[in-house]
């Protein structure tokens, strides 16, 4: 299950909820006010090989490809 990011609509508050992709936003509340309208936030990805120094830029892929 990954780990997704929100804002709630409703007081502000950001967090992170472990969701399945199949369920809908409108199924995710806020575990501050309980408000179902929760926006998804696009999270940036960080990765690297071991023993490699991560890209710069943090991109997601391969270096030199």
């Keep these: ?7 709630c609509l409703a007081c502000g508050t950001e967090f992170e909820k472990l ?4 369920e ?3 199924e995710v509340k ?11 936030k696009v999270s940036a ?3 690297f090989v071991k023993g490699e ?3 710069a830029g943090g991109t ?5 490809g």
């Design 53 to 55: 120094a991560p890209a």
């Design 19 to 22: 969701v399945w992709k199949s």
């Design 45 to 47: 990805c960080a990765s």
């Design 24 to 26: 809908a936003s409108h």
């Design 30 to 40: 806020c575990p501050v006010c309980g408000a179902e309208k929760v926006e998804e």
């Design 60 to 64: 997601c892929g391969p270096a030199g």
């Design 1 to 7: 299950m990954p780990i997704y990011e929100y804002t």
